[in-house]
Structures are given as C-alpha cells and as structure tokens.
C-alpha cells in the first residue's frame, strides 16, 4: 500500500506492533479530514528538530519539499490505482510548498491532498463493489499489469475502471484456483473490498498526520521517523515485551501482509514453515475459527488478529515468497507465546567435523540478539544477562569438555541491539583496541574501544552473516575482519549503520496536555576502524554466498533516501593476524566444494525461482492457462525435490506426500552457510598447519565486564 509501511522497522510480533502503520482512533465524522491544533506546532517542531539536530542537517526547502511530495504520493497510492492524471497535475502546483507546511505548520494542503485521495479511494471501491458480480469472462487473451508503480496515473476514470475490471478478474481467478465454487470467491471479494472500505473510514487527523510528517521524514532519511502518541506508546510497549504474539517482523506491500523476518527462538521460528517474504492472506482464530481473508486489511488490524494470549492458538493462511499469489494457501498454526529473554538468549554446542581424513570440534556459539538488561545492570546484579557474558560463559564451557579446534559465531537474521555489547563482545576476540568509530552531527570522531586487554578466545574464529544481520552485527563482524581476526561467511549484510535518539515531542513542550508523540531522528554514523561506514553497503564477507534477498530489495540500499556509504580516516589498530594472505587459497578450495554440492546447486536454483516470481508482474487473465502453469510449477517443484531428496540416499515424495508437507521438509532443507562455514573454518587450521586445539592459554580467566 505505502512505501512508508515498507521501511526495515516493520510490524513486529514478537509481542506487540512497531508501528509503520496508521495509529487507529476514533471513528471519522463525516466530511475532510482536518488537522488539529497541535499538528502546528508538532510540525514546525519537527522541521527545526531535523535541520538542527539530524546528522545530515538537511535544508528545509524546495528541494525537500519536492522528495517529500513524490513520497506523499506514493504513501498514499504506490500502485496507482486510484488518483487520475488530473488529481496529480492539480497537486503540482503544491510540489514545492510542503517544505513550507512544515516549517509554518500550516497543513491544509497535505489534508486537501489526502482527502481527495479518499474520495477517489472511495469511489473506486464503490465501482468494485457494484461490478463483482457481472460476468466474468475467465479466459481472455488480456493480460493484467499487477504492479503499477511504475506506470502513469490513469488518464480518465474510464481507464481507472477498465484496470479494475482486469483486477476484479485477476482476483477471481486467483480465489477460483483454489475454489471452483464461484458465488463463494464472489462473497470473499464483496467482504474484502468492504473491509477495505471500512478500514479506511477509520482514518483520522491523527492518521494523516503521521503519514505526511513521515513523508518528510523519509525524504532526509528513512529511519527517522515520527510516532503518533498511540504508535509512540505501542513502540514503548514492544521495547519492554509485554505482549505475546508469534515472533514475526511484519510489513505491508501494496494490499498484503508480509513476512519481513522470523525471530530466531520464537513460536513462528518454532512452525519452521514461515519465511521473509510470505504473505499472510487469512488468519483464523483457535484449531476451528473460520478465517477472515485479510487482503487489503490495515497492518495494525491484522496485528489485533495475530495478537492473543499466551498458549492460543493462530491459523494463519500463507502464500510462500517464491510462489504465484494463484498459488493455494498453505495453513500453518502457531501457539501464541511470550518471547522472553531465554528464548533471545546465545546458544552453544560442539559440532565434530569431518574434513580431510580428521575430526574436527568446533563450538558454535549463535546469538540472535546484542540484548542486555539494562535495569539490573543499574541496580548492580552481579548476574545481569548480556551477550557478552552468555558468549563468555559458552567459551568456558567449550574448555571444560575437552577443548574446541575453532569457534564459529552465528550472527545471522541478528538485527543489531546494544552497541555496549557489540564492542565487549568483539573484546572477548581481540586485545584491547577500537572497535568502532562514530561520527556526530558536528564531525566530531568518538573512537569506541575495547579497554580490556584480556583476549578470552584466540583460536581460530569464524563469523557467520546473511542479509538481515544489521546495526550491532555489523559493528562486530565488520570489527573482526579489519584485525583480520576471523572470516567473515556468508551473505552481504544489511547495510544499517545509522544511530538513531527518540526525543518525545511533549518534553520539548512540557505545558501541554496533550499527548504529542515521538520523534525517532538520526544523530551519527557508525565506520569501521578501517574507516568505511557500515552504512548503505554492510558488510562483505570473505566468503560470499549469493540471496535468495536482493539488496536492492531487501537491504539499506532498497531506501531511496538511504543516507550514502562514506569512509573517514582509519582508527590506530593493530591486525591480530594475517588472513588476507590466506583468503585467496579458502575462496579456491570453497568454490570447489560448490562446484560438486547438491545443496548449493539447490540455493541457487532457488534464488532463480524467487527472482524470477519478484520480476514477473505481468499475468494472463486466463484461468485455464494460469492453471496449466500451476500444475506444472508444481511437478518441476516435486522432481526438483526428488532430485534432492535421491542425492542425500532418501525416498522420493509422490504428489500426495508433497501436497501434506513443506517440499523438502523443514528438518531436510540444508544449512549451507553453516555447513560450509565449518568446512572453511577447518580449511584454515589446515592452511595454517596446526590442528590449534585450544589448551590451557587459548581460553583465559574470565575479566570482568564493565
């Protein structure tokens, strides 16, 4: 629906919403949308707030005001399917004054512009409604563009209701691929396209408000963001995991709900059948509830469906990332639980590892979050959890059963957390040093340090990543490969490396009583002590693997106004070893590996299939075809699974037994980054011509983390 609801900070379930969505408040009155008192001020708040405070102090001009116009737009109507030509040729007269609405806080025209948008939104709804039942002719030779972002606004209403007649069939058909029963898909569409008007009536000044300033917001940048006092309490009730829910970052794109990542340890994660990029199309409630299609539906009502108590359960109909929407839905039932800081917690084990002829141990250490309890720490508890100290306590435990060859440190789907954390983690690998450097609003340089000399691990190390490792991952991995410490496996990283302070708006204006929400800015940037950003490009690792996740989809560089990838001057660091002489040799004996990996060759052909689906826009209204194509999807799908499933000595699947499971089967689908990264590690002790078991020196006496 918005490019707005499809920034990185998403809907997350984990136990409530991380709002990108509208907050919800009273019902509308009747007539346009106005704004209240307040917004003036908030506005010209926040207009300061940015040129002041932001790191890039932007100019509120002309310029902005234009970024933030094509933004508004795109808010409000991403796929074009209900302003005219006309409305936006009207609304360019207001291109180059929203910078002024900003800074005066006079906001008619940003409520002038979205209440047309509702009368048009309305009007297109009520033309869907009155057409559903017509005639639909289900195999035509037209072909329907399904998304429109790219194409002109609509000439005439005429040509506005010509692609909805091509919509109302491409949903029809859809529905009666998995339903021949016609005047029921029918029934379902008149209950979606209401709901969506019902959805939208709901809109209020609290609202548009928070769409427009957020328009301008993500014209600077797009983590800085505003929250209405609904979304700012709603964030605040996230932050301190209240709630239960299903662990599940969530966004919207166009009319469906998303799956943008899978908390590791949580009920979702648990399923083993929900991945970024499904689409939640139906949730029921319990083992029996009748579900409610959900198409169309605001994020925050979808959320309230999701949302229970602790031990309920969910249903949730989900069309997989790399499958047609025609696809039939696959159900998936999750029991609600409370993601808590056990769940969140580093995990170890030893993993023994054939390479060459010789057993390998190698401890794997994954930590899905850089967490730490803050209040404990404060209120002096000598046991307060953190990363570090889990991470700590797991290296003990390596030397006391016996010793590990090497250690691998599993960052993957890590989204970030502390940067306390993230530099005394690094400290446990490395000597005392910087770790990272981060640059303010005025250019001055802090040099972040790890200021303990002890080195708890020495021994071989390997850091594992993919494309939603972020923020604190990057600071560590990022700090790890400049010592040339340990090698970096995987995927290209997220790309985040912004920091961001909540200023509440009401503290700026401590006389009033209203509630006047929050205003989430960015202050500074995070660089490597070799002097390159982490943000915009991540980290690459020594050992590429390609995404299934594009970054120009899924990564920092997918923003438009993603603040660039720069370098300033490198810390003064030491290296603690010399990798980048062995890097070309482990890059060769990878590369061999893949050539002859089953498993490799299976990502790879995945990643084709989903790029493929990402690309292809265009279908042919044409149930018969749509449905050769479907069952021919399908057997390609089941002889590339047999394929597999032969290579690793199992017994092929017949349709039957596919149609009842995932594929491949969750407990079958390959680790290949863990798989390989292991190998590469022990590629490495033999490269440097010692098996390097730790003794009694390689792992030292714990130090005390401050």
């Known amino acids: 629906m918005t490019r707005y609801l499809k920034t990185l900070v998403g809907t997350t379930l984990l136990v409530c919403v991380q709002l990108t969505s509208c907050s919800q408040g009273a019902i509308l009155a009747s007539g346009p949308i106005q704004p209240l008192p307040q917004h003036s001020f908030i506005a010209r708040t926040i207009s300061n707030a940015a040129a002041v405070y932001h790191y890039e102090k932007p100019k509120i001009n002309d310029e902005l005001s234009s970024v933030t116009f094509n933004m508004f737009?795109?808010?409000?109507?991403?796929?074009?399917?209900?302003?005219?030509?006309?409305?936006?040729?009207?609304?360019?007269?207001?291109?180059?004054?929203?910078?002024?609405?900003?800074?005066?806080?006079?906001?008619?025209?940003?409520?002038?512009?979205?209440?047309?948008?509702?009368?048009?939104?309305?009007?297109?709804?009520?033309?869907?409604?009155?057409?559903?039942?017509?005639?639909?002719?289900?195999?035509?030779?037209?072909?329907?563009?399904?998304?429109?972002?790219?194409?002109?606004?609509?000439?005439?209403?005429?040509?506005?209701?010509k692609y909805w007649k091509e919509r109302i069939r491409y949903d029809l058909i859809n529905l009666r691929l998995s339903n021949s029963d016609i005047e029921k898909n029918i029934e379902t569409l008149t209950k979606r396209y209401t709901n969506m008007k019902s959805q939208w009536s709901k809109m209020n000044s609290e609202d548009v408000f928070q769409i427009f300033v957020n328009s301008f917001s993500a014209a600077i940048d797009p983590h800085t963001q505003y929250f209405?006092?609904?979304?700012?309490?709603?964030?605040?009730?996230?932050?301190?995991?209240?709630?239960?829910?299903?662990?599940?970052?969530?966004?919207?794109?166009?009319?469906?709900?998303?799956?943008?990542?899978?908390?590791?340890?949580?009920?979702?994660?648990?399923?083993?059948?929900?991945?970024?990029?499904?689409?939640?199309?139906?949730?029921?409630?319990?083992?029996?509830?009748?579900?409610?299609?959900?198409?169309?539906?605001?994020?925050?009502?979808?959320?309230?469906r999701i949302r229970g108590p602790k031990g309920t359960v969910v249903r949730l109909k989900i069309v997989p990332a790399a499958a047609d929407l025609s696809t039939p839905p696959k159900i998936v039932s999750i029991v609600r639980d409370k993601i808590n800081l056990e769940d969140q917690r580093a995990k170890s084990?030893?993993?023994?590892?054939?390479?060459?002829?010789?057993?390998?141990?190698?401890?794997?250490?994954?930590?899905?979050?850089?967490?730490?309890?803050?209040?404990?720490?404060?209120?002096?508890?000598?046991?307060?959890?953190?990363?570090?100290?889990?991470?700590?306590?797991?290296?003990?435990?390596?030397?006391?059963?016996?010793?590990?060859?090497?250690?691998?440190?599993?960052?993957?789907?890590?989204?970030?957390?502390?940067?306390?954390?993230?530099?005394?983690?690094?400290?446990?690998?490395?000597?005392?040093g910087p770790v990272v450097q981060v640059k303010d609003t005025r250019s001055r340089i802090e040099v972040n340090r790890d200021e303990d000399p002890a080195q708890i691990y020495s021994g071989p190390l390997a850091v594992l990543i993919n494309r939603f490792s972020a923020s604190a991952?990057?600071?560590?991995?990022?700090?790890?490969?400049?010592?040339?410490?340990?090698?970096?496996?995987?995927?290209?990283?997220?790309?985040?490396?912004?920091?961001?302070?909540?200023?509440?708006?009401?503290?700026?204006?401590?006389?009033?009583?209203?509630?006047?929400?929050?205003?989430?800015?960015?202050?500074?940037?995070?660089?490597?002590?070799?002097?390159?950003?982490?943000q915009n490009k991540g980290v690459i690792p020594d050992i590429l693997f390609p995404s299934a996740f594009p970054a120009?989809?899924?990564?920092e560089s997918a923003q438009p106004t993603a603040l660039p990838w720069d370098q300033i001057e490198p810390a003064d660091y030491q290296l603690a070893g010399n990798l980048s002489t062995l890097t070309p040799d482990l890059e060769k004996l990878h590369e061999a590996r893949m050539e002859t990996s089953k498993d490799y060759e299976y990502l790879l052909q995945d990643i084709k299939e989903f790029k493929k689906k990402l690309e292809d826009q265009t279908v042919l209204l044409n149930f018969e075809h749509l449905q050769k194509e479907?069952?021919?999807?399908?057997?390609?799908?089941?002889?590339?699974?047999?394929?597999?499933?032969?290579?690793?000595?199992?017994?092929?699947?017949?349709?039957?037994?596919?149609?009842?499971?995932?594929t491949v089967g969750a407990d079958l689908k390959p680790d290949l980054i863990m798989k390989e990264g292991l190998q590469v590690l022990t590629d490495l002790i033999d490269l440097r011509g010692a098996r390097a078991v730790v003794k009694e020196n390689e792992i030292l006496q714990p130090a005390d983390v401050h």
């Open 228 to 304: 209405s006092p609904k979304d700012a309490e709603d964030f605040r009730i996230n932050m301190s995991k209240n709630l239960e829910g299903i662990g599940a970052t969530l966004q919207t794109d166009g009319d469906y709900t998303v799956v943008r990542q899978v908390v590791k340890g949580s009920p979702a994660d648990k399923s083993n059948e929900i991945n970024p990029g499904d689409r939640i199309v139906g949730v029921g409630q319990g083992k029996e509830g009748e579900f409610e299609d959900v198409v169309g539906w605001r994020i925050d009502e979808v959320v309230d």
């Open 73 to 161: 737009l795109e808010d409000m109507d991403n796929n074009r399917s209900f302003f005219l030509d006309a409305d936006i040729k009207k609304f360019e007269a207001f291109r180059h004054s929203l910078d002024d609405a900003m800074k005066t806080g006079e906001l008619e025209v940003p409520y002038e512009i979205f209440n047309t948008f509702t009368e048009r939104f309305n009007e297109t709804i009520d033309f869907v409604l009155a057409h559903l039942a017509d005639s639909i002719d289900y195999n035509t030779k037209e072909t329907f563009i399904i998304d429109r972002e790219e194409e002109p606004w609509f000439k005439s209403p005429e040509e506005r209701e």
């Open 630 to 662: 479907r069952e021919e999807d399908k057997s390609e799908q089941l002889a590339r699974t047999n394929a597999y499933r032969s290579s690793k000595g199992l017994p092929v699947l017949s349709e039957e037994q596919a149609e009842k499971a995932d």
């Open 473 to 534: 991952s990057e600071i560590f991995a990022g700090a790890i490969q400049d010592y040339q410490r340990g090698l970096i496996i995987g995927e290209q990283s997220f790309g985040k490396g912004t920091v961001q302070t909540q200023v509440s708006i009401n503290d700026l204006f401590p006389g009033s009583d209203e509630k006047m929400g929050q205003y989430n800015i960015t202050i500074a940037k995070f660089y490597r002590v070799s002097g390159g950003s982490t």
């Open 552 to 555: 120009e989809e899924f990564g």
């Open 349 to 432: 084990e030893i993993k023994e590892v054939e390479h060459n002829g010789n057993t390998f141990r190698i401890g794997v250490i994954s930590v899905l979050d850089f967490y730490i309890d803050f209040d404990a720490l404060r209120a002096g508890d000598p046991d307060y959890n953190s990363a570090t100290r889990d991470v700590r306590k797991a290296l003990e435990e390596f030397k006391a059963q016996g010793g590990v060859d090497g250690v691998v440190i599993d960052l993957r789907n890590n989204g970030g957390g502390s940067l306390k954390e993230a530099i005394e983690l690094t400290g446990l690998f490395i000597k005392e």
